[in-house]
């Protein structure tokens, strides 16, 4: 049984037009890759370390031609530029909704402990749920930003990093006849 190279990400195909999107009408080189085809790609290079050398076999079983080579090994790193280009966007704007969500979170807290400063402080238990509840709507007002600004950009970045990965990875074409 032989094992798989460190980093390799190995596709069969029928045919090359089973690595593209069949409802892009645009030039080869830059159509979209098919969804299932980008899924498995993606995959299987996050299943490989995150120092590996990343690698894509294209195995055709169609005809030998040369210019199928290079349209796929162009249109794979075109694609995955592109999309970590996308990537990026999504970033910057999860952020800029963070940054949105973090001054309405403080304004709202500011304006919750306001109110609870105009509650009476008394030992009545209906005045005390009140300004606890004020309290806790407040801090509950910041349970978004905290989540976009700490925890929601991660995984953006880490996607990011491995397109960029296979962006610039050798693409290895074989014609099975």
């Not at 800029?96 to 008394?122: I, Q």
């Not at 978004?144 to 600004?149: G, S």
């Amino acid at each position: 049984m032989a094992l798989l190279s460190p980093g390799l990400i190995e596709l069969r195909i029928g045919h090359v037009g089973q690595l593209f999107n069949t409802l892009d009408t645009s030039p080869f080189h830059e159509r979209d890759l098919d969804h299932d085809a980008e899924e498995f790609i993606v995959g299987w290079a996050r299943e490989h370390a995150d120092g590996a050398q990343l690698r894509i076999k294209v195995t055709l079983r169609q005809k030998f031609d040369p210019s199928v080579t290079g349209l796929i090994q162009e249109s794979i790193r075109h694609y995955f530029s592109y999309r970590a280009k996308v990537t990026r966007s999504d970033l910057l704007e999860l952020f800029r909704e963070g940054r949105t969500a973090l001054a309405m979170g403080v304004v709202f807290l500011a304006l919750t402990l306001a109110l609870r400063s105009l509650v009476p402080n008394e030992t009545w238990a209906f005045n005390t749920w009140i300004r606890e509840g004020l309290t806790i709507c407040g801090w509950v007002g910041l349970w978004k930003p905290i989540d976009l600004l700490l925890y929601r950009w991660w995984p953006l970045h880490r996607l990011r990093g491995l397109q960029k990965r296979l962006a610039i990875c050798p693409v290895e074409v074989i014609f099975e006849s």
